[in-house]
């Protein structure tokens, strides 16, 4: 028999009163499971999924699996899935189909489906139906038992399904093959509780619950002990940091001072939510100069109508206030933004208040989307009236606004000199290096290859929209 444990979205709407507890990872009593055999791990979405191959990388590499490059060579590929949009859910889907053709050639090869997409029922359904090929499918919230189900799959010949609708205790120290040497994903709380009505996430990943400050502190001060050099502090909502902490005011605010006094070179945070925006916030990121001048705020709308149907807790009024006090207390911020159009009854003048906003915002960046019905959430079953063609029309004319937005963020730093974190060879020619300012402007310029992962100065020559053009100093 196959091990079944569905998901059940109703459950996973469902907030308990429950304490979050704590707990270490206990390694397991498995040892050298992967002797001599490969993985690869493919990732979709967001840095939460980045963060949580990053763990999978680290339970598998402690089992003495080695990365691979190719599903050709790998024993283990798992796929790290994204529900935010239906276009999301058909490339998994896309991929899953071709992979079948793989596992005739090489029938031991493990195939898994790890992430958001199988806390969906219907998704788990049409997994067991259709992609008969897949061995494990397993959800965000037992990401730590991986190990167990892979030992069991490869013992047993059999198929796993493990998907929990809760999200249980927070893990602490649990092994991590980090992506970057320099760069690292924090996470310093998961789910989310603000259910805004066309969002899955709080359904796929549970209630809001926030990492213990000793922890994160930690683990900041083991990176910059092995130099890294930029740390993104993540949570689907970061300023909610430490709301659900019962015996404790410990706020965002207060973390993000005690991480800058750290010393690390670079301090980014993401996402962040206008309505926990608290002038305390924006006072800490004035202060420190380690904590760096761009904040991801993401808006989703211009018109209060909309505004209220999402249930985003804000008016454009309010949101405008905010970012003028944000530009005035932090003058050099680059803001960006998210952006829906499309969602249901949206009108041609709410649309224009999106864009009247987007001008106002002075934005230098913005991810633009349609809005895509997600099943079991409010927003799936409100009429809609919008045309796919006139949502993409809206999509097209927000974005010739987005880019100038682009365009003249990056115009500002052109005759400057910008310090720049070095990355590494540039995509498209492999004599230029590229990196990252502060203001999280993508620099282009002419260097050597040993000064990858350091931060250097950069004389900007010229902007172009993407990117910028410079001359090391
Ligand atoms: N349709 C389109 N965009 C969505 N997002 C979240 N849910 C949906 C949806 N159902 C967008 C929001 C969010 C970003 C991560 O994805 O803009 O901020
Ligand atoms: Fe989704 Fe809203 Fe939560 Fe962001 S704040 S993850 S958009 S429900």
Redesign the pocket.
């Known amino acids: 028999m196959d091990k079944l444990h569905k998901p059940d979205l109703k459950q996973a709407r469902k907030r308990s009163k429950d304490d979050i507890q704590t707990k270490e990872y206990q390694h397991s009593e498995i040892i050298n499971l992967g002797k001599g055999k490969k993985y690869l791990i493919q990732t979709h979405g967001?840095q939460a999924n980045e963060a949580d191959t990053e763990v999978l990388s680290g339970l598998l590499e402690e089992q003495a699996f080695i990365k691979s490059n190719s599903i050709e060579e790998t024993d283990v590929l798992i796929i790290n899935t994204c529900a935010?949009?239906e276009n999301a859910e058909n490339k998994v889907f896309g991929e899953l189909g071709r992979l079948k053709s793989y596992k005739k050639v090489n029938p031991d090869l493990i195939i898994a489906v790890a992430g958001c997409m199988p806390q969906e029922e219907d998704v788990v359904e049409r997994i067991l139906k259709k992609y008969q090929h897949v061995d494990i499918v397993f959800g965000t919230h037992n990401v730590n038992k991986f190990i167990e189900y892979l030992h069991y799959v490869m013992v047993e010949k059999k198929r796993l399904i493990e998907v929990y609708s809760k999200e249980g205790d927070i893990i602490e120290n649990l092994p991590q093959a980090r992506d970057h040497r320099f760069k690292a994903w924090v996470n310093i709380m998961f789910g989310c509780d603000e259910f805004c009505t066309?969002?899955?996430v709080p359904y796929t990943r549970g209630k809001e619950r926030s990492r213990q400050k000793d922890y994160i502190i930690r683990e900041v001060k083991a990176l910059l002990n092995n130099g890294y050099k930029e740390i993104t502090l993540l949570g689907q909502n970061v300023n909610s940091y430490g709301l659900d902490f019962k015996d404790s005011n410990y706020s965002f605010a207060n973390l993000l001072e005690d991480l800058a006094k750290l010393d690390i070179p670079r301090i980014k945070f993401t996402?962040s939510h206008p309505k926990d925006f608290s002038d305390d916030i924006i006072e800490i990121v004035a202060k420190y100069d380690n904590i760096i001048p761009f904040i991801h705020l993401?808006v989703?709308s211009g018109s209060n109508t909309v505004l209220k149907k999402m249930n985003r807790k804000y008016t454009k009024e309010d949101y405008l206030t905010l970012v003028d006090k944000i530009y005035d207390k932090i003058p050099n911020i680059s803001l960006t933004t998210?952006?829906?159009v499309g969602f249901p009854t949206e009108t041609e003048e709410d649309f224009l208040e999106t864009l009247d906003l987007v001008r106002k915002s002075k934005f230098e960046g913005a991810?633009t989307?349609?809005?895509?019905?997600?099943k079991g959430t409010p927003a799936a079953s409100y009429e809609n009236n919008i045309s796919k063609e006139e949502a993409k029309s809206r999509l097209h004319r927000l974005n010739e606004l987005v880019n100038e937005g682009y365009r003249r963020g990056n115009k500002r730093f052109e005759h400057e000199t910008v310090k720049v974190l070095v990355e590494g060879p540039s995509k498209t020619k492999s004599d230029v290096l590229s990196g990252y300012t502060e203001n999280n402007k993508l620099v282009n310029f002419k260097g050597d290859s040993s000064i990858i992962g350091e931060i250097v100065e950069v004389y900007i020559e010229e902007a172009k929209t993407w990117s910028l053009y410079g001359m090391i100093k």
């Open positions: 967001c935010i949009r066309y969002c899955i996402t993401p989703q998210d952006i829906i991810y989307f349609v809005y895509s019905p997600r």
